[in-house]
Structures are given as C-alpha cells and as structure tokens.
C-alpha cells in the first residue's frame, strides 16, 4: 500500500522559510515522479513545483526563485524549501506521486502553512 506522509507546514512571518517534507512507502520511489501542490481557502489546488525520478524540475511562475524542490531516493523523501514567504503563499501544501508506469496517482493528507505577521 503506498503511503504519502507530509510534515513541515508551520506558521512563519512573511519573509520567512520552511522546509516540507515527504515521505514515500510502498512503492520504488526512484521510478515515480513527485510534486509538491497547495489550496488555498475558495481557490483550486494548484502544482507548486514537480520532479521527476531524474531530477529534471518545474515550477509555477508565482514560486520561482523563491521555492526549490528536491529528492532524496535513498530515503524515499521529497523536499520543498520555501524562502521569501509571502501571505498569499498561505495553503494547505499536498504531496503528490503519479507512477508513470500504471498511471497510478496518490496524494499526501496535507500539511497547513500559514505566512502572517
């Protein structure tokens, strides 16, 4: 059974950084592609930023720069480094895996982050 499990989300000053985390069970984490998606209150969920099991990235226009998403296939781990936080980056951050290889799709329970002074 695969299992996605997000910590990290915390409330932080605008400006500030936090550090998301993922982990993956149940699956060859290397052969899957992660990413990182948020929903903010009244709006759609929306992709932050993806990786790819050879490291290749893409990122929304609005996080650029300011956001950097990494893997650890050693530890079945998906990173999401947010810096330069600002109040509209306010959502529930979703871990998200799609196994390219069955089409197959899973997604994390969600950690808050919540960027006000």
């Known amino acids: 059974q695969v299992q996605l499990v997000e910590s990290g989300g915390d409330l932080v000053q605008p400006g500030g950084s936090l550090r998301l985390s993922c982990v993956a069970s149940g699956i060859v984490f290397s052969d899957v592609v992660m990413g990182w998606y948020r929903q903010a209150p009244g709006k759609q969920r929306e992709l932050v930023a993806g990786?790819?099991?050879?490291?290749?990235?893409n990122y929304a226009d609005s996080v650029k720069g300011r956001f950097t998403i990494s893997r650890d296939n050693a530890k079945n781990t998906v990173y999401l480094r947010l810096n330069s936080l600002k109040p509209e980056d306010t959502a529930i951050y979703y871990c998200y895996m799609n196994v390219l290889m069955t089409g197959a799709e899973y997604w994390g329970q969600g950690t808050q982050v919540t960027v006000s002074s």
């Open positions: 990786i790819t099991g050879r490291f290749s990235t």
